[in-house]
């Protein structure tokens, strides 16, 4: 039994149609009932069916019924017996009334149905089986106008004794309503009916089916494999029409059927299935069809993030026929799910999307943002439906989408937040509101685009010139994180701040001292007017406005050196926990010596930027941190958090923080002694631009600094020099800031004019005293005694080794013990030289500061003492042992007690023992004693100068 078709998956199928075709051919009846869903395979089974009809000697009416002939009545009776009355066969006997040269006659549109029509047909169908059996075939009979469906349950019932079989293809109970339905119940009670319910092909069916269609893979070059043809199979839920037209792609498209292709594969799956099944919706004529038709296109709207209810209010239908649409969707594949609410792959969304009218997707997406809105839906649902339709100039679209940008940038989503906004100045020519959008796009901006946030600024900045009462306005893009990178918004904003002052109605005091932060914070007059305005009462605020100039206000007064004890007290006064760290607080911490609270405000700085998603704001405060970090000499954790911010500075373009982060990151290798690798990250940047000249100063520095460290004294004075005529024009004189009067004492010595150092070194140490700052001071003694000689250089190191004692700067420590250990050596102390020296050694390596720790060891190794008598290998009362040789390894690098333990896996009371017993082998009581005496013990690796001659300590050395 074949239908030129490959029969898959059906025997059972297959053995009823022979049994069937067997009792009409004894002469008896029978009745197949094919039902099942839309590419099941019922056409082909009764194809096949059919084939066989000659094993017979069967007689055959032939019809299939259409939803567009559901109003022509008996159209399937016509279609049975027309072929047979326009060859001229009639009836053997009976039924001419009815059924004759012209069928027309007795079954025309206006006859009624009546108990004699019906028995006439009857007795015509009858009269056929006169020489031979008798098929029936009627396709799709789901679709039969009511009086044929009537005609076939009258006939069915009354095939006792005649050779007659009706073969029957009808689709899934529930899949419309009314007489097929009826027709299907009143043949299925009959005892000769067989009903045929098709199922889906198991996968290895599916595979054979699409080998076939493809010509058993030698067009395509491969069989299908196991992971293709599962894929397949669970797309098409094995459904055989799907298969085929699946496969047919495949082969037209020259997509292999290999696993490699899988994705390509599922996508060609996806919009077979979507095409064929809306066309099986859309030609069915069924109400309940369509309206699954306007529910999987408003699903495909409204989709992921809604489901069926939503689609069902978008589509107008109400919850039952959104029930039954639901229910055919499921059963074509489309969707899935209990309750079937979402697409069965998401290329099927694509597909449905792709077919769609553009107006008709447009109106979806707006009437979904619409109800979504009123719905208290999350914002930023409703503004993707809007941003995926056209412009329409809605006043409500602006709102719903500049409220959504504002849910977006409390999220910290700044992308999408500018989206938004960028949408909502296209829906809009209001003056008014677009002013107000474009001050909100450059609040979002200046976090991760700062020349688009700029190019808003002066948009806006030119309407507020126009419109004064527009001023509150220009209040987001305030920002040190602006204003900082660009000399033209300090203009803008001193401008601003001006106006603010003349007309307070505007914006009032708060207003003010936002404009009038900006303009301090470049050391604009502008910026006095905040003070002016607020007096005494400016230290009791609380406002966010109030803490952020207070913070601009002690950045700019410690820029200028002023009183130490203000500075600080402005300072604490804004960083009381109220709200975010204001960025600007953090470096007069670092320059008033308050080393511990800026590293802890500096941490919660950066915790806070990263919370917020601010990549300008990231950049600041990571740069702030590697700062502090620097002072504290932190190197290899400062370098990380340098190199971090210059990432986030590029980002989001930042010029002025990228410099000021690439001139941190150059300070540090010069004090790894990768020179290279300095010269590559200053290279990388301009010094001039239009940022803050503390910026430019920062850079320049580091680029004197490293230019002395090359060798290149001429070079680093003339660079340090130009530091200092920018930054004292800007009125940055504080020494602490910006330490370029420091290295400058050294360029002039390495250039051999002390006269000028020293005249340099007695103006830093002033600036230094009035400031006030102990390792500011002790800076500038250090470097002062460069350009000094005997006693005078000795007096002035250990002034400033004293001051450094306990402040936490561990670099500037090192440095300084360095300097004082090579003159004590050059004084010929070389017992203290040696001791310290080994503690500059030691600082300067737990710094990581390469260049100083080797210049120390050099120094210490010339300085070494002959080892004590007591301390000769073979007397055993003062050899240390293996194990206390390792713990006095580990103690040296700076580890605990209870550390030493762990690292050696050994009780803390044991290494307390160990050290015990080292102390009184070696007559010591301290660890710096332990280290002054075990690195004189390993000194036979540095060969000490001869007695009498000094090692050489040129200038260079100081560094």
């Given at each position: 039994?074949?239908?030129?078709?490959?029969?898959?998956?059906r025997?059972v199928?297959t053995?009823?149609?022979?049994?069937?075709?067997?009792?009409?051919?004894a002469?008896?009846?029978?009745?197949?009932?094919?039902?099942g869903?839309?590419?099941?395979?019922?056409?082909t089974l009764?194809?096949?069916?059919l084939?066989?009809?000659g094993?017979?000697?069967?007689?055959?009416?032939?019809?299939?019924g259409?939803?567009t002939e559901?109003?022509?009545?008996?159209?399937?009776?016509?279609?049975?017996?027309?072929?047979?009355?326009?060859?001229?066969?009639a009836?053997?006997?009976?039924g001419?009334?009815v059924v004759?040269?012209d069928?027309?006659?007795g079954?025309?549109?206006?006859h009624?149905?009546?108990?004699?029509?019906?028995?006439?047909?009857?007795r015509?169908?009858?009269?056929?089986?006169?020489?031979?059996?008798l098929?029936?075939?009627?396709?799709?009979?789901?679709?039969?106008?009511?009086?044929?469906s009537?005609?076939?349950?009258?006939?069915a019932?009354?095939l006792?004794?005649?050779?007659?079989?009706m073969?029957?293809t009808?689709?899934?109970?529930?899949?419309?309503?009314?007489?097929?339905?009826?027709l299907?119940?009143?043949?299925?009670?009959?005892?000769?009916?067989?009903?045929l319910?098709?199922s889906?092909?198991?996968?290895?069916?599916?595979?054979?089916?699409?080998?076939?269609?493809?010509?058993?893979g030698?067009?395509?070059?491969?069989e299908?494999?196991?992971?293709?043809?599962?894929?397949?199979?669970r797309?098409t839920?094995?459904?055989p029409?799907?298969?085929?037209?699946?496969?047919?792609?495949?082969?037209r498209?020259?997509?292999?059927?290999?696993?490699?292709?899988?994705?390509?594969?599922?996508?060609?799956?996806?919009?077979?299935?979507t095409?064929?099944?809306?066309?099986?919706?859309?030609?069915?004529?069924?109400?309940?069809?369509a309206a699954?038709?306007?529910?999987?296109?408003?699903?495909?709207?409204?989709a992921?993030?809604?489901?069926?209810?939503?689609?069902?209010?978008?589509?107008?239908?109400?919850?039952?026929?959104?029930?039954?649409?639901?229910?055919?969707?499921?059963?074509?594949?489309l969707?899935?799910?209990t309750?079937?609410?979402?697409?069965?792959?998401?290329?099927?969304?694509?597909?449905?999307?792709?077919g769609?009218?553009?107006?008709?997707?447009?109106?979806?997406h707006?009437?979904?943002?619409s109800?979504?809105?009123?719905?208290g839906?999350?914002?930023?649902?409703?503004?993707?439906h809007?941003?995926?339709?056209g412009?329409t100039g809605?006043?409500l679209?602006?709102?719903?989408?500049?409220e959504?940008?504002?849910e977006?940038?409390?999220?910290?989503?700044?992308?999408?937040?500018?989206?938004?906004?960028?949408r909502?100045?296209a829906?809009?020519?209001?003056?008014?509101?677009?002013l107000?959008?474009t001050?909100?796009?450059?609040?979002?901006?200046?976090?991760?685009?700062l020349?688009?946030?700029?190019r808003?600024?002066?948009?806006?900045?030119g309407r507020?010139?126009?419109?004064?009462?527009a001023l509150?306005?220009?209040?987001?893009?305030?920002d040190?994180?602006?204003?900082?990178?660009?000399?033209?918004?300090?203009?803008?904003?001193?401008?601003?701040?001006?106006s603010?002052?003349?007309?307070?109605?505007?914006?009032?005091?708060?207003?003010?001292?936002?404009?009038?932060?900006?303009?301090?914070?470049?050391?604009?007059?502008?910026?006095?007017?905040?003070l002016r305005?607020?007096g005494?009462?400016?230290g009791?605020?609380?406002?966010?406005?109030?803490?952020?100039?207070?913070?601009?206000?002690?950045?700019?007064?410690?820029?200028?050196?002023?009183?130490?004890p203000?500075?600080?007290?402005?300072?604490?006064?804004?960083?009381?926990?109220?709200?975010?760290?204001?960025a600007?607080?953090?470096?007069?911490?670092?320059?008033g010596?308050?080393?511990?609270?800026?590293s802890?405000?500096a941490?919660?700085l950066v915790?806070?930027t990263?919370?917020?998603?601010s990549?300008?704001?990231?950049?600041?405060?990571?740069?702030?941190?590697?700062?502090?970090?620097?002072q504290?000499g932190?190197?290899?954790?400062?370098?990380?958090?340098?190199?971090?911010?210059?990432?986030?500075?590029?980002?989001?373009?930042?010029?002025?923080?990228?410099?000021a982060?690439a001139?941190?990151?150059a300070?540090?290798?010069v004090?790894?002694?990768?020179?290279?690798?300095?010269?590559?990250?200053?290279?990388?940047?301009?010094?001039?631009?239009?940022?803050?000249?503390?910026?430019?100063?920062?850079a320049?520095?580091?680029?004197g600094?490293?230019?002395?460290?090359?060798?290149?004294?001429r070079?680093?004075?003339?660079?340090?020099?130009?530091?200092?005529?920018?930054?004292t024009?800007a009125?940055i004189?504080?020494?602490?800031c910006?330490?370029?009067?420091t290295?400058?004492i050294?360029?002039?010595v390495?250039?051999?004019?002390?006269?000028?150092?020293?005249?340099?070194?007695?103006?830093?140490?002033?600036?230094?005293?009035?400031?006030?700052?102990?390792?500011?001071?002790?800076r500038a003694?250090?470097?002062?005694?460069?350009?000094?000689?005997?006693q005078?250089?000795?007096?002035?190191?250990?002034?400033?080794?004293?001051?450094?004692?306990?402040?936490g700067?561990r670099?500037?420590?090192?440095?300084a013990l360095?300097r004082l250990?090579i003159?004590?050596?050059?004084?010929?102390?070389?017992?203290?030289a040696?001791?310290t020296?080994?503690?500059?050694?030691r600082?300067?390596?737990d710094c990581?500061?390469?260049?100083?720790?080797a210049l120390?060891?050099?120094?210490?190794?010339?300085?070494?003492?002959?080892?004590?008598?007591?301390?000769?290998p073979?007397?055993?009362?003062h050899v240390?042992?293996?194990?206390?040789?390792?713990?006095t390894?580990?103690?040296?690098?700076?580890?605990?007690?209870?550390?030493?333990?762990?690292?050696?896996?050994?009780?803390?009371?044991?290494?307390?023992?160990h050290?015990?017993r080292?102390?009184?082998k070696?007559?010591?009581?301290?660890?710096?004693?332990?280290?002054?005496?075990?690195?004189?013990?390993?000194?036979?690796?540095?060969?000490?100068?001869?007695?009498?001659?000094?090692?050489p300590t040129?200038?260079?050395?100081?560094l």
């Amino acid at each position: 039994m074949s239908s030129g078709q490959p029969l898959l998956h059906r025997d059972v199928e297959t053995a009823a149609m022979r049994e069937a075709l067997s009792r009409v051919r004894a002469g008896g009846p029978s009745v197949l009932l094919i039902q099942g869903a839309r590419g099941m395979g019922k056409t082909t089974l009764l194809n096949a069916a059919l084939a066989a009809r000659g094993e017979v000697g069967a007689l055959l009416l032939m019809a299939r019924g259409h939803p567009t002939e559901r109003d022509h009545p008996f159209g399937v009776v016509r279609q049975l017996f027309e072929p047979l009355m326009t060859a001229g066969r009639a009836p053997p006997s009976g039924g001419s009334a009815v059924v004759g040269p012209d069928l027309g006659g007795g079954l025309d549109r206006g006859h009624p149905v009546t108990p004699d029509l019906l028995h006439g047909l009857y007795r015509a169908t009858r009269s056929f089986t006169g020489d031979r059996p008798l098929i029936i075939a009627v396709d799709d009979v789901h679709h039969t106008d009511p009086q044929s469906s009537q005609w076939c349950s009258y006939i069915a019932r009354r095939l006792d004794g005649l050779p007659i079989a009706m073969i029957l293809t009808t689709a899934d109970t529930g899949a419309d309503a009314g007489g097929p339905d009826d027709l299907a119940r009143d043949l299925a009670a009959l005892p000769y009916t067989r009903l045929l319910r098709p199922s889906p092909l198991c996968a290895q069916c599916a595979a054979r089916l699409m080998e076939s269609v493809l010509g058993g893979g030698a067009e395509i070059g491969d069989e299908i494999g196991e992971e293709i043809a599962a894929a397949c199979h669970r797309l098409t839920q094995g459904n055989p029409l799907l298969l085929r037209e699946l496969a047919g792609r495949l082969g037209r498209s020259g997509v292999r059927p290999v696993s490699a292709e899988l994705p390509r594969v599922l996508d060609i799956g996806a919009l077979a299935l979507t095409e064929t099944a809306l066309g099986w919706l859309s030609g069915s004529g069924s109400g309940v069809d369509a309206a699954g038709v306007d529910l999987l296109r408003s699903l495909a709207i409204v989709a992921p993030e809604d489901g069926m209810e939503v689609a069902s209010m978008i589509a107008g239908h109400g919850q039952d026929t959104a029930r039954a649409a639901g229910e055919t969707l499921r059963r074509a594949g489309l969707v899935t799910g209990t309750p079937p609410d979402r697409f069965a792959h998401p290329r099927i969304q694509q597909a449905v999307l792709a077919g769609m009218d553009p107006g008709e997707r447009d109106r979806l997406h707006r009437r979904t943002a619409s109800l979504l809105y009123r719905l208290g839906a999350p914002l930023r649902r409703s503004a993707r439906h809007l941003m995926s339709a056209g412009p329409t100039g809605d006043p409500l679209t602006v709102t719903v989408l500049r409220e959504a940008a504002g849910e977006a940038a409390a999220r910290h989503a700044w992308e999408d937040a500018t989206g938004y906004l960028h949408r909502a100045l296209a829906e809009t020519d209001d003056q008014d509101t677009v002013l107000e959008v474009t001050a909100e796009l450059g609040a979002v901006e200046k976090h991760r685009d700062l020349p688009a946030c700029l190019r808003h600024l002066r948009t806006a900045y030119g309407r507020v010139r126009m419109a004064p009462h527009a001023l509150m306005s220009l209040a987001p893009f305030a920002d040190i994180l602006v204003t900082a990178n660009s000399a033209e918004a300090a203009e803008v904003f001193a401008g601003a701040a001006e106006s603010a002052a003349a007309a307070p109605q505007f914006g009032g005091a708060d207003l003010l001292l936002v404009f009038a932060a900006q303009a301090l914070l470049w050391g604009r007059s502008a910026g006095r007017l905040g003070l002016r305005r607020l007096g005494r009462s400016l230290g009791t605020l609380v406002s966010p406005a109030a803490r952020e100039f207070l913070s601009v206000l002690a950045l700019a007064s410690g820029a200028r050196g002023r009183s130490l004890p203000r500075t600080l007290a402005q300072t604490r006064r804004c960083l009381d926990g109220q709200g975010p760290v204001p960025a600007a607080a953090v470096l007069p911490l670092v320059w008033g010596d308050r080393l511990d609270e800026a590293s802890y405000w500096a941490e919660r700085l950066v915790s806070e930027t990263q919370e917020a998603g601010s990549g300008t704001g990231l950049a600041l405060a990571l740069l702030t941190r590697a700062e502090v970090r620097y002072q504290l000499g932190s190197l290899e954790a400062g370098l990380a958090d340098a190199e971090a911010a210059v990432a986030s500075a590029r980002e989001c373009q930042a010029e002025g923080f990228h410099v000021a982060a690439a001139a941190c990151a150059a300070r540090v290798l010069v004090e790894f002694g990768d020179l290279e690798a300095a010269e590559s990250a200053l290279k990388s940047v301009a010094p001039y631009g239009d940022w803050h000249p503390m910026i430019s100063g920062q850079a320049l520095d580091a680029l004197g600094r490293l230019r002395l460290a090359q060798g290149r004294p001429r070079d680093g004075l003339l660079t340090l020099l130009e530091c200092g005529r920018r930054l004292t024009a800007a009125g940055i004189t504080n020494p602490a800031c910006v330490p370029w009067g420091t290295n400058s004492i050294l360029a002039y010595v390495l250039s051999g004019e002390r006269s000028a150092a020293r005249m340099v070194a007695e103006r830093e140490l002033e600036l230094a005293r009035a400031w006030g700052a102990p390792t500011v001071v002790a800076r500038a003694l250090s470097a002062g005694s460069l350009a000094h000689e005997g006693q005078v250089r000795l007096d002035m190191l250990h002034e400033a080794v004293a001051l450094l004692g306990n402040r936490g700067a561990r670099l500037e420590h090192a440095r300084a013990l360095l300097r004082l250990g090579i003159a004590q050596r050059q004084a010929g102390d070389d017992g203290k030289a040696h001791e310290t020296l080994a503690l500059a050694l030691r600082l300067a390596a737990d710094c990581g500061a390469g260049r100083l720790a080797a210049l120390a060891d050099k120094h210490r190794a010339a300085t070494a003492p002959a080892r004590a008598a007591t301390l000769t290998p073979g007397h055993d009362d003062h050899v240390l042992t293996v194990g206390e040789r390792r713990v006095t390894d580990l103690v040296l690098r700076g580890m605990s007690n209870l550390e030493v333990a762990t690292t050696l896996s050994i009780s803390k009371r044991t290494v307390d023992t160990h050290l015990a017993r080292i102390y009184r082998k070696l007559g010591i009581h301290t660890r710096a004693e332990l280290a002054v005496i075990l690195t004189g013990l390993s000194d036979d690796d540095h060969p000490a100068a001869p007695a009498g001659e000094p090692v050489p300590t040129g200038p260079h050395e100081y560094l």
